[in-house]
């Protein structure tokens, strides 16, 4: 007698098939599908991105089959069913077959690369089109990705800045570049970027709330004295007696130190590695009160106070800002996000199967 189970094939998440398999005899316990995409004659070869496949067996149980995965080609491919399992509990020899087929493709496909001496492992690849389909930016993300590029350079072209070899005559200027991309907190940060109160916001509020900790005693390189920053304190008593009560905090760009900048169109570019000093006042907001730009003191590298003149007060606190951008994007974003997590992704592809409890609560996560 035939059965006839139900299988449900989700092309994405918003459309499905269903179709009715005729069999002669039950089915039994699932363990393996076959996905294969055949090309249609005269039209040109279309990629495939199934979510899942869904079976209802005449006995009323419910198997699912995850795919998750680009079909480019005519190729068969195998797809366990969803349930984890390791490799001691495979006792199916033809789930066995599938999971030592899978790691073999995986391990062809995802190949360790070095950069350089030194930097973690990473994925071997000349472009991003040469990635598998599964780790590349989607179609719409990159289209996202190609329109802000684009929008962004046809504004400059428009408003004569993209070949513009013109000193700007104040910095007020620098608001009209991107006029047309404004929003609520791009016009809160231009209105108060300036201010020692907003600076101090951004090293807890910011996009580096990484480097700054509390300080108890000065370093021996950053010779700041009470004299210096008693005026800064806000009715606080003396430096000393803020260091004790924990209301001092330190910020040390030393890793940026030796350094070496770009070249940019045949200008030398500057980067400052600075000690930054920052006071919780009374009320609670956090403020500078002592920028040295350069790690050893001399007589050519001043400690910058509140107290001076308005443009060198901003000036360092520039330098500042700009050493916070490199030291998050060289350390925190590049080093510790991007290099250091790809060393376990890609040592997760190579060598855990998509049915392995590991690779399921990766994907979770």
């Not at 201010?195 to 300080?215: A, H, K, S, T, V």
């Not at 920052?278 to 509140?306: C, M, W, Y």
């Not at 000036?315 to 500042?320: N, Q, T």
């Amino acid at each position: 007698m035939s059965v006839f189970p139900s299988i449900s094939l989700y092309l994405t998440q918003q459309t499905s098939s269903e179709f009715k398999v005729s069999c002669p005899s039950s089915l039994g316990r699932l363990v393996l599908i076959e996905l294969d995409k055949q090309p249609v004659l005269l039209l040109p070869t279309d990629a495939w991105f199934p979510s899942k496949v869904v079976v209802t067996t005449p006995e009323g149980d419910t198997c699912h089959f995850p795919v998750y995965r680009w079909i480019l080609d005519k190729e068969v491919h195998l797809f366990r069913e969803g349930t984890a399992k390791r490799l001691c509990d495979e006792e199916n020899h033809l789930a066995r077959y599938s999971r030592e087929k899978e790691i073999k493709t995986r391990a062809e496909q995802y190949c360790w690369d070095s950069y350089q001496q030194g930097f973690p492992g990473s994925m071997k690849s000349d472009t991003p089109l040469n990635l598998p389909p599964e780790v590349r930016f989607s179609f719409s993300k990159t289209s996202r990705f190609v329109f802000t590029a684009a929008s962004g350079i046809a504004e400059l072209k428009l408003k004569g800045y993209s070949d513009s070899t013109k000193n700007w005559k104040n910095l007020d200027e620098i608001t009209k570049i991107f006029s047309s991309k404004q929003t609520f907190i791009s016009e809160y940060v231009q209105k108060h970027w300036k201010e020692d109160e907003f600076f101090g916001y951004q090293y807890l509020n910011g996009f580096n709330p990484m480097l700054i900790q509390r300080c108890s005693v000065l370093p021996q390189n950053f010779p700041v004295t009470n004299a210096m920053v008693t005026p800064s304190l806000r009715g606080s008593n003396s430096l000393s007696d803020e260091l004790k009560k924990g209301n001092i905090f330190l910020l040390d760009y030393k890793k940026l130190d030796g350094l070496k900048p770009n070249v940019i169109k045949r200008k030398k570019q500057y980067m400052a590695a600075p000690l930054v000093l920052l006071h919780k006042t009374p009320v609670g907001k956090l403020v500078p009160i002592a920028i040295q730009l350069r790690q050893e003191p001399s007589e050519d590298n001043p400690i910058f106070l509140p107290t001076d003149s308005e443009y060198d007060w901003l000036l360092a606190k520039i330098f500042v800002r700009s050493a916070d951008f490199q030291e998050h994007q060289l350390n925190v974003h590049l080093l510790r996000t991007h290099l250091l997590a790809e060393v376990f992704a890609v040592s997760l592809l190579r060598n855990i199967p998509m049915v392995h409890p590991l690779y399921k609560v990766q994907n979770i996560a």
